[in-house]
């Protein structure tokens, strides 16, 4: 017999909190897909779309990113800005300089155009740093935006959900989108040999403030923290020895200060997570995820629920491009069938996707998911 039926935030707590609900929460990540499906991957057209989800949407911290994002006017205090922006072939170039007290500082970005070989949502390129040096870190500090206190976007978002689910403030690692878009990825690898001390101070620079959005989050009542960690990721080319040394303590601090409002840490690493799961979740984190497969990843779901499944929820898994888009219902159906009668047992697992559905993936494929997650993910 089946249990009652639960609402989706009765059956996302008792999953995360390691009890068995009525079935498996369903939570992919899909916004990729339905940008090309239904034109946008607004909140309202994912509650409409998709029926059997249970939301853990993810929203910004509302904490302007000045790194990543190029308006055509900046309110920073005391910087002037120069910006440039002209066409290089399919390439919309930004060249900036901010003048700040403490000198200038300036980069150069390549934006792809969305659709093509690009998808919908491609990636800027870097093709110059603001930080090229320790001197530019005084300057770098006049351009970080204030962080942001006002969250009632996210309590917003979270009366549309209703029980269906629950909001998600983002808050990015001190690497993601933070100083690995600031300065390459490849220098502060280097740094860390070369030079620890400016390794440790711009690093620190943005842990601390990945610290002030979290506790302006839960002060404003927000009850989720994503933790965006995929620039920390050994697929990112650091080491598990790095990894446990520098970034083990930050995703501690993370997790003590969500747990001491009363919330959940949900960590999110697309990367390989073989080397680091065990340590991860023995920082106290909530919910892991994407925990992609082979061949893309190196996650072994078997191995996972019976060495971190007591301690922290399992969420993804389902390869989004060898399964959901390029293979047939009739595999998504075996793959969904094989992950729940590994880790569904005892709780702790969220059914949901490597990263997000892709644009191209066909609907037949999608039904199949849903339906294969209906079916398998009962409690009896």
């Given at each position: 017999m089946s249990k009652a039926e639960m609402t989706g935030q009765e059956r996302l707590l008792t999953t995360i909190r390691h009890g068995e609900p009525d079935r498996a929460p369903i939570s992919p990540r899909v916004s990729a897909w339905l940008t090309t499906e239904c034109g946008d991957a607004s909140l309202s057209t994912q509650l409409a779309e998709l029926p059997d989800m249970d939301p853990m949407?993810?929203?910004?911290?509302?904490?302007?990113?000045?790194?990543?994002?190029?308006?055509?006017?900046?309110?920073?205090?005391?910087v002037k800005v120069d910006q440039k922006r002209y066409q290089d072939n399919e390439y919309e170039v930004v060249e900036r300089t901010f003048h700040t007290p403490a000198g200038s500082i300036s980069d150069r970005t390549k934006i792809p155009p969305s659709g093509r070989e690009y998808g919908v949502s491609p990636n800027p390129i870097k093709t110059e740093y603001l930080m090229k040096s320790r001197e530019d870190i005084d300057a770098l500090r006049y351009v970080l935006a204030p962080?942001?206190?006002?969250?009632?976007?996210a309590h917003a978002d979270q009366a549309q959900?209703?029980?269906?689910?629950?909001?998600?403030?983002?808050?990015?690692?001190?690497?993601?989108?933070?100083?690995?878009?600031?300065?390459?990825?490849?220098?502060?690898?280097?740094?860390?040999?070369?030079?620890?001390?400016?390794?440790d101070e711009l690093t620190g620079l943005f842990h601390e403030r990945s610290m002030q959005q979290i506790r302006a989050a839960l002060e404003a009542g927000v009850q989720f923290i994503f933790g965006s960690w995929y620039y920390n990721s050994v697929s990112a080319g650091w080491s598990p020895a790095m990894y446990e040394e520098i970034f083990i303590p930050w995703i501690r601090e993370h997790v003590e200060l969500t747990h001491s409002y009363g919330g959940y840490y949900d960590l999110y690493d697309d990367g390989k997570l073989s080397r680091t799961m065990e340590m991860i979740a023995g920082t106290g984190i909530d919910v892991l995820e994407t925990c992609t497969p082979p061949p893309v990843g190196d996650f072994d779901l078997r191995t996972a629920k019976n060495t971190i499944g007591d301690k922290t929820t399992i969420k993804g898994y389902v390869d989004l491009l060898y399964v959901v888009k390029h293979g047939s219902p009739e595999l998504v159906a075996e793959t969904v069938r094989e992950a729940m009668e590994i880790a569904k047992p005892g709780g702790g697992f969220i059914i949901g996707s490597s990263d997000s559905f892709r644009e191209g993936t066909p609907r037949a494929n999608i039904d199949a998911y849903f339906k294969a997650c209906r079916e398998f993910g009962v409690y009896r």
């Open positions: 949407h993810v929203v910004s911290s509302g904490t302007r990113n000045t790194i990543i994002t190029y308006p055509n006017e900046y309110d920073l205090q005391d962080i942001n206190t006002n969250f009632d976007f959900i209703g029980d269906r689910g629950f909001v998600m403030v983002c808050v990015r690692s001190a690497l993601d989108h933070n100083a690995g878009d600031a300065r390459a990825m490849a220098d502060l690898m280097m740094d860390y040999y070369d030079d620890r001390e400016f390794f």
